[in-house]
């Protein structure tokens, strides 16, 4: 799945810088050139404090996939993609995350990778396009 730039604004990616010194997927050049992003359904996970539910931490994510074929293989393990995912969500939520406060999006975005390239070597790297903790 390759994403036009509507797609990267409407994701809040269109701000970030893009590997080939900004090059952004448009649809024209080479096959297989441009972004490769697989996009993942929003992650919900308690957070838990001394036994009890305190909030709850919410993200959603898109993989960058790197090459068209890795997209579609992505495509076919979401399942186990999402798996690893709510597993380190959980992890990240019960160690580091808290509805008082700001979340730390750089170790959760460490985490999410470390996790996601465990479950699937292939993928070039995970971005987080949103993320919030809250009381719930």
Do not use: C, W, Y
Not at 4 to 11: G, W
Not at 52 to 74: M, P, S
Not at 75 to 91: C, D, Q
Not at 109 to 124: F, Q, R
């Amino acid at each position: 799945m390759i994403l036009r730039r509507e797609t990267l604004v409407a994701l809040g990616l269109a701000a970030l810088p893009m590997p080939g010194g900004g090059a952004l997927a448009s649809g024209g050049g080479a096959a297989g050139e441009g972004l490769h992003l697989v996009p993942m359904e929003e992650v919900t996970v308690p957070i838990i404090d001394a036994d009890r539910v305190n909030g709850v931490l919410r993200f959603k994510l898109v993989i960058d996939a790197g090459t068209a074929e890795a997209a579609t293989k992505l495509n076919g393990e979401m399942p186990v993609l999402r798996a690893a995912t709510v597993a380190a969500g959980l992890e990240f939520a019960r160690l580091n995350a808290s509805a008082l406060r700001a979340v730390d999006a750089q170790q959760l975005d460490h985490d999410l990778t470390a996790a996601l390239k465990a479950a699937e070597p292939g993928l070039v790297r995970v971005l987080i396009v949103e993320v919030d903790a809250r009381t719930g």
